[in-house]
């Protein structure tokens, strides 16, 4: 089995910084894609961020854009989001989502998501 476990959330006053990671364990071979992503009350889960397998590829939602940046480290199976100049609207829970395989087959290639963390940003 794979485990998530996210970390990094809080409150934060409006132009601060947080620096959400996600951890990934157990029976992995390999993570392709690692992203985030959030859900505000009442809205629909949207993309933050991605960023490919060897890291030389992201993509950013037009709200984060300029603000996060996202990375990962490979020997750790961790992805990051480092998170500035944040805004009210950017309140939400926060999930790392990894596209791994956990066998050498490629039919053991799935999405897996973290539990999620909650970001308020609020004075």
């Known amino acids: 089995q794979v485990q998530l476990v996210e970390s990094g959330g809080g409150l934060v006053q409006p132009g601060g910084s947080l620096r959400l990671s996600c951890a990934a364990s157990?029976?992995?071979?390999?993570?392709?894609?690692m992203g985030w992503y959030r859900q505000a009350p009442g809205k629909q889960r949207e993309l933050v961020a991605r960023?490919?397998?060897?890291?030389?590829?992201?993509n950013y939602g037009d709200s984060v854009k300029g603000r996060f940046t996202i990375s990962r480290d490979n020997a750790k199976n961790t992805v990051y989001l480092q998170m500035n100049s944040l805004k009210p609207e950017d309140t939400a829970v926060y999930y790392c989502?990894?596209?791994?395989?956990?066998?050498?087959?490629?039919?053991?290639?799935?999405?897996?998501w973290g539990q999620g963390t909650q970001v308020t940003v609020s004075s």
């Open positions: 989502n990894l596209d791994l395989q956990t066998g050498w087959k490629s039919t053991s290639r799935s999405d897996y």
């Open positions: 157990g029976s992995i071979f390999i993570i392709y894609r």
């Open positions: 960023i490919t397998s060897s890291g030389d590829s992201t």
